[in-house]
């Protein structure tokens, strides 16, 4: 089954002044905690790419740090599978010591 979800990735969002944060608040985006520092206020979130175009269009820094895709593919095994490789991680172990 192919995954239609649109695609998502983790950002900060900057912007001036705390009004202006507020309103990215209110936007019912997927948003992380706020913080504020010398270059601006920011606040991280998970959002699609049309989220993206639409804060930068409205005059937003939006820096776009990675995708909410799993960097790797889960692999599912058998309990006999698992079994052999937890004994020879055991096995590793007890040859270091």
Same mark, same amino acid.
């Given at each position: #089954? ?18 202006? &944060? ?5 936007? @019912? &985006? ?18 699609? &790419? ?7 269009? @409205? ?18 095994? @058998? ?6 490789? #937890? ?11």
């Amino acid at each position: #089954m192919p995954d239609d979800r649109p695609r998502r990735f983790f950002v900060t969002i900057t912007a001036p002044d705390p009004e202006r &944060l507020r309103d990215v608040l209110t936007r @019912g &985006l997927d948003l992380f905690a706020t913080r504020s520092d010398k270059a601006g206020h920011h606040v991280d979130g998970l959002i699609t &790419l049309e989220d993206v175009g639409a804060l930068a269009d @409205g005059g937003y820094q939006v820096l776009v740090r990675d995708t909410d895709r799993p960097r790797r593919q889960h692999r599912f095994i @058998g309990a006999e599978e698992w079994q052999r490789g #937890m004994l020879a991680d055991l096995r590793r172990e007890r040859k270091e010591r």
